[in-house]
């Protein structure tokens, strides 16, 4: 690929949504309403919210031969994302995740692949560091092996090729010998949850500031709601969400971060590219599936216009701002 281009390197799973007649309790039974069945899988969901917005995508996963492969493969295909990458392990289970709808959250169980560890060629190697970024999560991170390379040596030879490391931590499943990893991050995204359960006790800016001095340049904390903090060596800031009706949050954050790193190759104003991606992730949660936020850059400024927030300096908001007023005023 001559363009620059991101990999994205981790599931793809069929997406089985349910709602339940109420939460379980140990040892009891319920039942559960199926809602829908859709292509999903955190970082799939991300490559694919990439791709919406024009960007080369590329995604590296390790799956099995088996019918349910090809489908999910088909589809990402089906969106420009190159799947080239992906490495054939017939071993390995199908990959589902099994979501249930409660309360205006989910709660995602994924049954085990029996993946322990992906391990890449040459050929990988050589495309993972010509990348602009590598996009991944840190359960995906910690199997990736090259040669006799352990992940943390992986990562440091991704990052001799100039791609920028970008980690998302989610809910922060994080291990023993994580830190090591994480500190190799060139951005590290955290949820509301996740960045608590991180911090365990010590204070946001000591935790942040840990960050920073590693590899990290930026850091950000999604506020659902609330919008998200956004942390550099040089400044700490909170950037407004987007109040909207709620449907689903399956794939919110990664929109969210999607977004941001397609933000940043637009403009070099974090504000400005902390306000899209909080816009494509609220627009997102207005409809049902992990592929809502799937979007074009258009769509997701008139959505933010729409709602009365500024997008600062991203380029083309101001004429955006202008035909959505004109829109607005032939109507009325």
Known sequence: MSEPYAVFIGDVALDEFFRPSQWPVTGTKIDLFPVATEVGGMIANAAAVYAGFGEQTRFLWAMNDGALTQQLLTDLEAQGIDTSLVIRNPELADSRNIIILTDGEHTVMTPA??????????????????????????????????????????????????????????????????????????????????????????????????????????????????GCRVATTDDTFDVAGVAIEVVDVTGAGDTFGAAFIHALNTTSDLRAAAAFANAAAARAVTALGARAGVATETDVVSFLHHHGLPLGSFPGSEGQAAASTANERSVS
Not at 183 to 212: H, K, M, P, W
């Open 113 to 226: 692949l029996g993946l322990a560890t992906i391990d890449l060629d040459d050929a990988a190697i050589a495309a993972l560091q010509s990348a602009r970024y590598v996009y991944t999560a840190i359960g995906d991170l910690r199997c990736l092996r090259h040669q006799d390379q352990t992940a943390a040596t992986v990562m440091r030879t991704i990052r001799t090729g100039g791609a920028r490391i970008v980690l998302d931590l989610d809910v922060a499943n994080v291990q023993p010998g994580d830190d090591a990893l994480i500190a190799q991050a060139d951005i590290v995204l955290f949820n509301r949850i996740g960045f608590e359960r991180y911090c365990a006790g010590r204070s946001s800016e000591t935790v942040i500031s840990g960050l920073l001095s590693g590899a990290a340049e930026i850091v950000v904390v999604t506020l659902g709601a609330d």
